[in-house]
């Protein structure tokens, strides 16, 4: 049996926190007007709101062990004590704890923030005992009794969502069934089953991003939760009975080698997950959950209006000297450029190279023969500011840096080397103290006002200095956030852009830091848009920032194609600038005044995404059309991109409410028309582009 022990209304949802006959203590979300249909007489076992496990504990039954540590001894025996809640400027906090006999206590805080659709979960464990324990998982939120709206299994009617990700294809979605995923209960409901998915490594959107949603299908009710998590973490989606749970947190001993000694009086917090629930498509309920990340952006917003970046990295290739970014400023001078980042390669040993250089952090006096100064004054005198490019974290093989062996990460006394990398390590007050000088003191020395972050390799499993190889990865990202968080401190008005081998590092805890974020590596490929528009589903877009590079072989349908891409996001410009010719000149330009009037539609607004669905990336077929609504819905903007088309296409999009056309950006006629609330594009090219802004 299970009964209501607390009950909030949270902006549209209810929350509920229910308990077991055991004192067991679970939470349930659902949408608030659907609480009538709520099936109160469910039958499923309360999972506890904090699941967690000491090493010792007796393992999980129903053959679950080597598959899952929820539902362990401790779990078990956590009881509710009490519950505070506590009233905010901006919302609410409710503080549930939970304790066993053997005086380990935890808090199950939950803070809601009016503004939001969307609350923050995480958890604080206190060892109030007379000896350590050793954690060996320990969750940041927990929900069970999905779906409450059916009586029984449910079956046919739960989809699990995640979005998949590998370097310069970030962000598939990927939809399965729970019966695909053996998740329904067995005959007996003896047998335990866990769905358990994660990252492990410093790259935390690296195979999966930090998210997962369940929805039921017949309701058209998701229940979804990403995790501010930047070193390894895993989500459970887990079944024995009618009820299924979703669970997620930093990776468990099993999965991700984390283990924590807690000694008497000793406290230990949790990333942060962030939940929602909402009737109605999956990709509603994640622009929901993205649009928390507003909170901190908003603390600290660098600019009013959406900027225009040009990068030259894929004018130089790594080659960046004072000669060629004066020829490059001469030929942007003219146009709505906002930054100028002097990409990776401003270092390079003129024998050695750049690529394997990095960790010195000496500026080259062959491609920069009066210092780096004249060229900063120069790019501030065409009217623009001023970025430089950093990997701070690591050193490459060709550096003295990579040899300071005493100050970089090691596992199990071996000094950790990827490819050609090493990893500072980040706890270590010397390599503070030496990144401060060689980044921070830089940045203010010369004045720039643009950082972008690289990252471009991964720690792997963990590193030593810790309880565990998992713990010590945890702590030494923690501090390489705080480096971070310093740098925003100590340089005034410093704009950072978040890149790790472009998008391997979009979660929400990264992203507090950033104002920008490269949004994948994918730099002048045809699969751009695709994703370009699946990350509107993880990230703001008014911090994805997107490339179009320019060449001058490009035609005019190609370079359109290119620009319009960035109108899912940030510009970030690129490519032959001082090869174009007037007419490539002016397509751009139009392309930047265009984004220019839709760049509030960018910065708050909602989208939605349409087309007949892309398998192959590299080889797309078909069209994506993307909508975004501006956020009082009196404008709206459509990008439309074909793909390979076996024969001309005639796209019909129901907009919300009838509209008129007020720019078009294309290369020649779509036969774009409104009737009403129908817009209508003809597809006729392949690889061909087309944008229009539209007011209602």
């Known amino acids: 049996m299970k009964n209501i022990l607390s009950e909030f209304i949270i902006k549209d949802m209810l929350l509920q926190y229910i308990q077991s006959d055991n004192q067991t203590v679970g939470m349930v979300l659902l949408p608030l007007h659907r609480k009538e249909q709520q099936k109160t007489t469910k039958e499923y076992e309360v999972d506890s709101l904090i699941q967690l496990k000491l090493e010792g504990d007796d393992f999980p039954f129903g053959f679950a062990n080597g598959h899952t540590l929820l539902n362990s001894q401790t779990t078990y025996g956590m009881k509710y004590q009490e519950q505070r809640v506590i009233k905010t400027e901006t919302g609410l906090n409710i503080i549930t704890v939970i304790a066993n006999d053997k005086k380990l206590r935890a808090e199950h805080i939950l803070i809601y923030d009016k503004d939001y659709p969307v609350i923050e979960v995480k958890v604080k464990l206190c060892n109030e005992g007379s000896e350590t324990v050793s954690v060996e998982m320990l969750s940041s939120f927990s929900l069970c009794g999905i779906t409450p709206f059916l009586e029984g299994e449910a079956p046919e009617t739960m989809l699990i969502h995640r979005m998949r990700s590998k370097w310069s294809a970030e962000g598939r979605m990927e939809t399965r069934t729970a019966e695909e995923l053996l998740l329904e209960p067995s005959w007996s409901r003896y047998a335990a089953y866990s769905e358990k998915f994660g990252q492990v490594g410093s790259m935390p959107v690296r195979k999966y991003f930090p998210f997962a949603a369940v929805e039921d299908k017949e309701n058209k009710v998701v229940w979804a939760a990403s995790l501010g998590c930047a070193s390894s973490w895993q989500m459970e989606i887990y079944r024995r009975d009618n009820g299924l749970s979703l669970t997620g947190g930093l990776a468990d001993y099993d999965f991700g080698h984390w283990r924590k000694f807690l000694k008497p009086e000793e406290l230990f917090e949790t990333p942060s997950a962030y939940l929602t629930v909402f009737n109605g498509s999956v990709d509603e309920t994640c622009q929901r959950l993205v649009s928390r990340q507003k909170k901190p952006l908003g603390l600290n917003r660098k600019w009013d209006r959406l900027p225009v970046i040009f990068n030259e990295f894929c004018t130089t290739w790594g080659k960046p000297s004072h000669e060629n970014i004066s020829k490059i400023l001469h030929c942007i001078k003219s146009c709505d450029i906002d930054y100028f980042v002097i990409d990776a390669g401003w270092y390079a040993d003129v024998e050695k190279g750049w690529e394997k250089n990095v960790g010195d952090w000496i500026i080259s006096r062959e491609l920069f023969p009066e210092g780096i100064e004249p060229l900063v004054s120069e790019i501030k005198k065409a009217g623009i500011k001023p970025g430089i490019w950093f990997e701070l974290e690591v050193c490459a093989r060709d550096s003295k840096a990579f040899f300071m062996e005493d100050h970089l990460l090691k596992r199990h006394g071996k000094t950790i080397t990827v490819g050609d990398r090493r990893f500072w390590d980040m706890r270590d007050p010397w390599t503070t103290g030496y990144l401060t ?65 472009g998008g391997h590092r979009l979660e929400p805890s990264m992203m507090a830091l950033a104002d920008l974020a490269s949004f994948s590596d ?99 077929k078909g069209w994506q059309a993307v909508v975004r609504y501006s956020g009082d819905k009196k404008e709206a903007f459509v990008i439309v991109h074909s793909f390979r088309l076996e024969k001309t296409t005639e796209i019909v999009l129901n907009l919300k409410g009838s509209c008129q056309i007020h720019r078009v950006y294309e290369a020649f006629s779509h036969g774009i028309k409104v009737e009403k609330n129908q817009l209508t594009i003809t597809m006729s090219n392949e690889y061909d582009a087309a944008a229009i802004h539209l007011i209602f």
């Open 437 to 501: 000088k060689k980044v921070i003191v830089f940045l203010n020395h010369y004045g720039f006002e643009y950082l972008k972050v690289d990252y471009n390799d991964s720690i792997g499993v963990g590193c030593d200095g810790a309880e565990s190889l998992g713990e010590g990865l945890r702590q030494n990202i923690v501090a390489a956030q705080k480096f971070y968080q310093e740098i925003k401190d100590k340089v005034p008005g410093i704009a950072i852009e978040v890149c790790s081998s």
């Open 522 to 620: 994918a730099h002048e490929e045809k699969e751009i848009p695709i994703i370009a528009a699946n990350l509107h589903r993880a990230i703001l877009p008014e911090q994805s920032q997107i490339w179009a590079v320019a060449r001058s072989k490009d035609s005019k349908q190609r370079l359109i194609y290119s620009m319009a891409n960035t109108f899912l996001g940030v510009m970030c410009l690129s490519g032959d600038i001082y090869d174009l010719d007037g007419e490539q000149w002016d397509i751009i330009n139009e392309g930047i005044s265009f984004y220019r009037g839709i760049s509030g539609i960018i910065q708050d607004g909602f989208t939605e995404i349409y087309g007949p669905g892309i398998t192959s990336y590299r080889f797309p």
